[in-house]
């Protein structure tokens, strides 16, 4: 059976500085790893997706995620936090025969 | 603006009632998802309708039923409501049925109030 782990319920950093958000996975053949990032009263939004190649997967909004299988992590990043990413973050795997499962989530507070 | 309409946005009932909820794919998508979120139980995947047909059966309580219309869009059903059913929930759709790598699209959400 597959599962994400999102180790940190919350994340706060200052604007102008990196922020991570962590991601952990396990799934029983190739993974296919997404972020979603979901503003109060709205839906989920897609960020990025690794399916195969490239470890690094640049997304929108200034957003990179590095794929890592021998840590089995697919951690979120951007070089440059803004006070706007303040949000609530979810990562998601699946592989080709079950559905998309979802980390608890994380709230990423930006501080000016 | 995913592309993906859902209806009502807010919806408050009693307990015994039974709502429908209702979902409009973005052009092209084939596949529609029904997501439920709660604060204690986070996101939970419900059911997947694939081209009309159902493709993958996540956490539905056998009060819920769902269907996927010619036109591709869904309805959720929930019948017998109880207090632990209010929940925000989602329909998502994407391109592909089977193959795992298509991102989803969320709509907006429906907010379920049980009272």
């Known amino acids: 059976a597959q599962s994400v782990a999102q180790p940190e319920d919350q994340v706060n950093v200052a604007e102008g500085n990196p922020l991570t958000v962590k991601c952990t996975y396990s799934?029983?053949?190739?993974?296919?790893l997404f972020w979603y990032v979901q503003y109060p009263n709205r839906g989920l939004q897609f960020l990025l997706k690794?399916?195969?190649?490239?470890?690094l997967v640049k997304g929108s909004y200034g957003f990179e995620a590095e794929f890592n299988k021998s840590q089995t992590s697919f951690h979120l990043k951007k070089p440059s936090a803004l006070v706007s990413d303040s949000a609530l973050y979810f990562c998601?795997?699946?592989?080709?025969?079950?559905?998309?499962?979802f980390g608890a989530g994380t709230r990423l507070t930006v501080k000016p | 603006d995913s592309g993906v309409t859902q209806t009502p946005k807010h919806l408050i009932t009693a307990t015994g009632q039974r709502v429908t909820l209702r979902c409009s794919p973005r052009s092209g998508d084939l596949s529609v998802y029904w997501y439920q979120q709660s604060l204690d139980q986070g996101l939970q995947f419900l059911i997947q309708y694939y081209n009309g047909e159902e493709r993958a059966k996540g956490n539905i309580l056998e009060r819920f039923s769902a269907q996927q219309f010619p036109d591709l869009h869904s309805e959720l059903n929930l019948s017998s409501l109880e207090l632990g059913d209010s929940a925000l929930y989602f329909c998502a759709s994407s391109v592909g049925g089977g193959q795992g790598y298509y991102e989803q699209y969320f709509g907006p959400g429906t907010r379920l109030t049980v009272t």
């Open positions: 998601a795997v699946r592989d080709s025969l079950e559905d998309m499962r």
């Open positions: 690794y399916i195969t190649g490239d470890n």
């Open positions: 799934v029983s053949g190739n993974p296919y």
